[in-house]
């Protein structure tokens, strides 16, 4: 979701939408979102065999010479300008990442990824706090309705409140301070050099975060989060570069929209996961998504189309 731009409104935006690159660019970023809450949906079955830190170790070795080869056929930019900013971008953005793959071991993708979509609000409260940015009343609003419709589609039950009920809220915490950082130090940073980044970083992470689990008390063990390594089999490197290929041809095409449409218009498309989401989950795996779910999206996404539509965000 693009930032600092200035959208179009009114008969601005009637204009905006029928023009044949943002359409094109609309449907480049709602195929995004379907590939990409279609393979998220196979986290949850490499979670029954094998742990987040080795799926995410193998997921960047089978993703980083796919993209490596990518941006040289695209004759892309992979070093970065500055390592130490995208580095920290990267670190960021990635533990955002990675909570919102531990939570996909336990949750539907559409609840795990409403996580992922407080991203705009974490962004506001960041920019007035760190940048002294202002926040307009709308702006405010929008903040109160996204956090209740993320709760809607969470639905933490009081009694047995504990912190894991809300650990979808720290991806995007972390995710949403990963873009302003890509905004405020990374904005001369080419999309191949980030991506490369956040593979680079999750991949890294992963590695490390196995091996303590294999040096701990679990061992290969331990449930999604805390088993270390595991034997390989077809099933799992099946699914991790089913999964890995996916996100990477979804990355690539949401890339590509932002870059031949109106940034501010290819937004409102992104939203569109959450609804994918639950349709992949109720196809595939017969899960259902009840009203107040249903509910919950609908004022997520009207919440992020108001502070889209909100100037100077």
Avoid: K
């Avoid at 990675?98 to 506001?124: D, E, K, N, R, S």
């Avoid at 980044?197 to 290969?220: D, N, R, S, T």
């Amino acid at each position: 979701m693009a930032e600092g731009q200035t959208e179009p409104s009114g008969a601005g935006w009637a204009a905006h939408m029928q023009s044949p690159r943002n359409l094109h660019a609309a449907l480049m970023a709602l195929a995004s979102t379907a590939i990409l809450s279609f393979v998220d949906n196979f986290v949850a079955e490499v979670s029954q065999t094998h742990g987040l830190w080795q799926f995410q170790a193998v997921r960047a070795l089978i993703a980083l010479p796919l993209l490596i080869l990518g941006a040289m056929l695209l004759r892309q930019r992979l070093r970065p300008v500055s390592a130490r900013r995208v580095a920290l971008r990267s670190l960021t953005v990635s533990t955002g990442l990675l909570i919102y793959f531990a939570a996909l071991g336990t949750l539907p993708v559409a609840q795990a990824g409403a996580g992922i979509f407080t991203a705009p609000i974490w962004v506001l409260l960041f920019s007035a706090l760190l940048f002294r940015h202002g926040v307009n009343l709308l702006q405010g609003v929008a903040v109160l309705a996204g956090f209740g419709g993320v709760l809607m589609l969470l639905q933490p039950d009081p009694a047995n409140l504990t912190a894991l009920s809300l650990f979808p809220l720290g991806a995007g915490l972390f995710y949403g301070l990963g873009m302003l950082l890509t905004r405020q130090i990374c904005a001369g940073e080419s999309p191949m050099a980030l991506a490369l980044g956040i593979f680079l970083a999750m991949g890294g992470l992963g590695a490390g975060l196995m091996l303590a689990m294999e040096l701990g008390p679990w061992g290969a063990e331990g449930d999604f989060l805390t088993r270390g390594w595991r034997p390989l089999t077809g099933r799992f490197l099946w699914l991790t570069f089913f999964q890995g290929v996916g996100a990477i041809v979804a990355v690539t095409l949401i890339a590509q929209a932002y870059r031949i449409g109106t940034p501010a218009y290819v937004a409102v498309f992104e939203y569109s996961f959450l609804v994918f989401a639950s349709l992949w989950a109720f196809l595939l795996w017969g899960q259902g998504t009840g009203l107040l779910a249903w509910a919950g999206i609908a004022v997520i996404i009207a919440s992020g189309l108001a502070m889209t539509f909100s100037r100077g965000r």
